[in-house]
């Protein structure tokens, strides 16, 4: 079965801090990484992953691959307020097999 | 292009009533995936259909959901009799062939309550 697991759970960091999501996965047939953030509602998409060692970058965040590991991290730097949410990383095979993702707080 | 369409935002229902769950796709996409979202809990895959064909349903539990993607109208998630269980966050996600290599885009979900 397809697994993906995400670390840390939870996190709270004051802003202006530096954080990195984890993201480690097991899916057969991988083809690509993708990282999703979830506000209140759906989640909307940030990165997908393909190449390992190539990393991507949108503003503040961003993100690579690791193939051989079979992991991946999520950079966010000079965090904002805005940046609350939950992020979510998925392993993409013919499906999405989402983690639990990690509960970024960021606090004033 | 509107986006993938979920209706509706919120739904209550009692126990062992029906839910019935709609999700337009986006425009030109002939993919739809539904995911579960429990309270505090990541995505969890349910169905992949294309039209009129369920691809994989490893995700489905095995009694009182069922899913369909008709040649004409939205995708409808449908579980019968209702439990508490039941109460989460379903996401439609819909993509335009597979395997893509954009991942897919979401809808707003659907909120189903269970009282």
């Known amino acids: 079965e397809d697994k993906v697991v995400q670390s840390p759970l939870s996190l709270v960091v004051h802003e202006g801090d530096t954080v990195t999501l984890n993201c480690s996965y097991e899916v057969t047939n991988f083809r690509s990484l993708l990282w999703y953030k979830q506000e209140k509602k759906a989640p909307t998409f940030l990165f997908m992953l393909t190449s390992s060692g190539i990393e991507k970058k949108s503003g503040r965040l961003s993100s690579i691959l690791d193939k051989k590991e079979l992991s991946s991290i999520l950079n966010i730097t000079a965090t904002q307020t805005g940046d609350s949410a939950i992020y979510l990383c998925a392993g993409f095979n013919e499906k999405l097999t989402f983690g639990t993702g990690t509960r970024l707080t960021i606090i004033p | 292009n509107a986006g993938v369409m979920q209706n509706p935002r919120h739904l209550v229902r009692r126990r062992g009533q029906e839910a019935r769950l709609r999700c337009s796709p986006m425009k030109g996409h002939s993919h739809v995936y539904w995911y579960r979202q429990l309270p505090e809990e990541g995505l969890k895959f349910m169905v992949y259909?294309?039209?009129?064909?369920?691809?994989?349903e490893s995700g489905m539990p095995k009694e009182r959901f069922s899913a369909e993607f008709p040649k004409e109208g939205p995708s409808i998630l449908r579980i019968q009799q209702v439990v508490r269980g039941d109460s989460a966050a379903y996401f439609c996600a819909s993509s335009p062939n597979a395997p893509s290599n954009y991942g897919y885009t979401f809808g707003s979900g659907t909120r189903l309550t269970v009282v």
């Open positions: 259909l294309q039209k009129e064909n369920i691809i994989d």
